[in-house]
């Protein structure tokens, strides 16, 4: 299974940053562009569950193609975080159901040097954001 475009922009630009100050840097830039969300998406239903600081998902699915591909939107109130939802939305959005159920994250945060640095509550609200997405791609596909 091959990587999103915009997941192995990231990777390549990660892979030029040795210090993990750059990456964090890095990875607020990411989450700084993420586009604003409206209030009314920031809801208890979109609302990621075990994640300690406030972080909302949104998904939508297009079936014009056969198969449901799914697209993610996503925000937090936690700079680190955001940046991190950045990186789940480019390795998961614009992808058929199946694949987004099949694919890792934690693993391909591991590849790209993101998790070993990111704290116990960090990696739990990291799992927490994974397991939700990959939930709605198990039930899709």
């Known amino acids: ?29 990411l989450g700084q562009a993420l586009p604003d969300m409206p209030e009314t998406d920031k809801s208890a239903e979109n609302k990621v569950k075990g994640c300690v600081s406030n972080v909302w998902l949104v998904s939508s699915v297009d079936r014009s193609s056969g198969a449901p591909v799914m697209r993610f939107r ?19 959005s614009d992808r058929p159901a199946a694949e987004i159920a099949e694919t890792d994250a934690i693993e391909w945060f591991k590849k790209v040097g993101l998790s070993e640095h990111l704290g116990m509550q960090r990696s739990n609200g990291l799992v927490a ?13």
């Open 74 to 92: 996503g925000q937090s109130d936690a700079i680190i975080t955001k940046g991190l939802v950045a990186v789940l939305i480019a390795l998961y």
């Open 129 to 141: 954001m994974v397991n939700r997405i990959r939930t709605e791609g198990k039930a899709l596909s």
């Open 1 to 29: 299974m091959t990587q999103p475009q915009a997941f192995q922009d990231i990777a390549d630009n990660l892979a030029f940053l040795d210090d993990w100050e750059d990456r964090l840097n890095y990875l607020i830039e």
